[in-house]
Protein backbone atom coordinates (compact mmCIF):
# COMPACT_ATOMS: atom_id res chain seq x y z
CA UNK A 1 0.00 0.00 0.00
CA UNK A 2 2.57 2.49 0.93
CA UNK A 3 4.63 1.98 -2.27
CA UNK A 4 1.68 2.70 -4.10
CA UNK A 5 0.89 5.93 -2.24
CA UNK A 6 4.52 7.26 -3.19
CA UNK A 7 3.58 6.32 -6.79
CA UNK A 8 0.77 7.98 -6.98
CA UNK A 9 2.10 11.39 -5.70
CA UNK A 10 5.11 10.74 -8.31
CA UNK A 11 3.58 10.37 -11.10
CA UNK A 12 1.12 13.45 -10.03
CA UNK A 13 4.12 15.57 -9.14
CA UNK A 14 5.77 15.03 -12.70
CA UNK A 15 2.21 16.01 -14.23
CA UNK A 16 2.54 19.05 -12.24
CA UNK A 17 5.86 19.53 -13.79
CA UNK A 18 5.55 18.95 -17.23
CA UNK A 19 2.57 21.42 -17.22
CA UNK A 20 4.36 23.97 -15.47
CA UNK A 21 7.36 23.43 -18.23
CA UNK A 22 4.46 24.00 -20.83
CA UNK A 23 3.06 27.04 -19.15
CA UNK A 24 6.38 28.71 -18.28
CA UNK A 25 7.27 28.49 -22.45
CA UNK A 26 3.66 29.72 -22.98
CA UNK A 27 4.27 32.61 -20.58
CA UNK A 28 7.91 33.20 -22.11
CA UNK A 29 6.61 32.80 -25.65
CA UNK A 30 3.84 35.68 -24.63
CA UNK A 31 6.03 37.71 -23.31
CA UNK A 32 9.07 37.92 -25.99
CA UNK A 33 5.44 38.37 -28.24
CA UNK A 34 4.51 41.58 -26.67
CA UNK A 35 8.30 43.04 -26.45
CA UNK A 36 8.16 42.42 -30.20
CA UNK A 37 4.70 43.74 -30.57
CA UNK A 38 4.84 46.85 -28.27
CA UNK A 39 8.82 47.76 -28.31
CA UNK A 40 9.84 46.44 -31.93
CA UNK A 41 6.61 47.06 -34.43
CA UNK A 42 8.64 46.41 -37.64
CA UNK A 43 8.83 43.01 -36.52
CA UNK A 44 5.14 42.12 -37.27
CA UNK A 45 5.83 38.61 -38.81
CA UNK A 46 8.08 37.42 -35.71
CA UNK A 47 5.31 38.71 -32.91
CA UNK A 48 2.46 36.83 -35.31
CA UNK A 49 4.44 33.50 -34.83
CA UNK A 50 5.52 33.98 -31.20
CA UNK A 51 1.72 34.63 -30.78
CA UNK A 52 0.86 31.53 -32.32
CA UNK A 53 3.38 29.48 -30.46
CA UNK A 54 2.76 31.06 -27.01
CA UNK A 55 -0.88 29.66 -27.51
CA UNK A 56 0.56 26.50 -28.50
CA UNK A 57 2.20 25.57 -25.36
CA UNK A 58 -0.11 26.84 -23.50
CA UNK A 59 -2.76 24.71 -24.96
CA UNK A 60 -0.23 21.93 -24.23
CA UNK A 61 -0.19 22.70 -20.59
CA UNK A 62 -4.02 23.01 -20.13
CA UNK A 63 -4.02 19.90 -21.97
CA UNK A 64 -1.48 18.55 -19.69
CA UNK A 65 -3.65 19.78 -16.55
CA UNK A 66 -7.01 18.09 -17.75
CA UNK A 67 -5.58 14.89 -19.01
CA UNK A 68 -2.27 14.47 -17.29
CA UNK A 69 -0.69 14.48 -21.77
CA UNK A 70 -0.69 16.73 -24.35
CA UNK A 71 -1.05 15.69 -28.28
CA UNK A 72 2.20 15.06 -30.15
CA UNK A 73 0.60 15.39 -33.38
CA UNK A 74 0.72 18.53 -36.27
CA UNK A 75 -3.14 17.58 -36.90
CA UNK A 76 -4.67 21.43 -35.05
CA UNK A 77 -7.77 19.86 -35.70
CA UNK A 78 -7.35 17.33 -33.59
CA UNK A 79 -6.01 19.63 -31.01
CA UNK A 80 -8.99 22.11 -31.14
CA UNK A 81 -11.22 18.35 -30.96
CA UNK A 82 -9.02 17.04 -27.89
CA UNK A 83 -8.87 20.45 -25.84
CA UNK A 84 -12.64 20.82 -26.13
CA UNK A 85 -13.07 17.02 -24.64
CA UNK A 86 -10.75 17.67 -22.41
CA UNK A 87 -12.54 20.80 -21.45
CA UNK A 88 -16.31 19.03 -21.52
CA UNK A 89 -15.20 16.55 -19.36
CA UNK A 90 -13.67 18.59 -16.40
CA UNK A 91 -16.74 21.01 -16.88
CA UNK A 92 -14.96 24.32 -17.87
CA UNK A 93 -16.44 26.75 -19.96
CA UNK A 94 -14.67 26.00 -23.35
CA UNK A 95 -15.27 30.45 -24.52
CA UNK A 96 -10.95 30.41 -24.72
CA UNK A 97 -11.16 27.87 -27.13
CA UNK A 98 -11.71 30.03 -30.23
CA UNK A 99 -8.83 32.57 -29.97
CA UNK A 100 -6.95 29.22 -30.07
CA UNK A 101 -8.40 28.12 -33.17
CA UNK A 102 -7.86 31.53 -34.42
CA UNK A 103 -4.34 31.08 -33.80
CA UNK A 104 -3.87 27.57 -34.97
CA UNK A 105 -5.74 28.40 -38.43
CA UNK A 106 -3.08 30.89 -39.26
CA UNK A 107 0.14 29.19 -38.35
CA UNK A 108 0.71 27.69 -41.72
CA UNK A 109 0.49 31.13 -43.53
CA UNK A 110 2.80 32.69 -40.97
CA UNK A 111 5.38 30.38 -40.57
CA UNK A 112 5.71 29.45 -44.37
CA UNK A 113 3.12 31.47 -46.44
CA UNK A 114 3.81 34.39 -49.28
CA UNK A 115 1.89 36.58 -48.14
CA UNK A 116 3.68 39.46 -45.60
CA UNK A 117 2.44 39.97 -41.93
CA UNK A 118 1.11 43.36 -42.07
CA UNK A 119 0.80 45.22 -38.86
CA UNK A 120 -2.89 44.70 -38.45
CA UNK A 121 -2.60 41.31 -38.83
CA UNK A 122 0.06 40.56 -36.17
CA UNK A 123 -1.93 42.86 -33.52
CA UNK A 124 -5.07 40.57 -34.22
CA UNK A 125 -3.44 37.35 -33.36
CA UNK A 126 -1.50 39.14 -30.53
CA UNK A 127 -4.47 39.67 -29.21
CA UNK A 128 -5.99 36.37 -29.43
CA UNK A 129 -3.10 35.10 -27.84
CA UNK A 130 -3.29 37.71 -24.90
CA UNK A 131 -6.83 36.18 -24.79
CA UNK A 132 -6.42 32.85 -24.81
CA UNK A 133 -3.79 33.10 -22.24
CA UNK A 134 -6.08 35.04 -19.84
CA UNK A 135 -8.45 32.22 -20.48
CA UNK A 136 -6.23 29.63 -20.14
CA UNK A 137 -4.36 30.94 -16.97
CA UNK A 138 -7.81 31.96 -15.22
CA UNK A 139 -9.95 29.15 -15.69
CA UNK A 140 -7.64 26.31 -16.22
CA UNK A 141 -3.99 26.42 -14.59
CA UNK A 142 -5.36 28.36 -11.38
CA UNK A 143 -7.40 24.99 -10.63
CA UNK A 144 -6.42 22.96 -8.07
Not at 15 to 31: F, M
Not at 126 to 140: K, L, P, Q
Request: proline share 2%.
Amino acid sequence: MRIQVKWILTVNRMGEIRDRVYRDRGSQLAKAMRLCRYNHPAYPSAAALLAVHSAIAYNDAVQIKLTGDHLRSQDHGQAIAAIKRACGTAKIEPRGIAHLGKLLSMKTDISYGDKEVDNQLAEALCVAADRFEAWAEGYVLARK
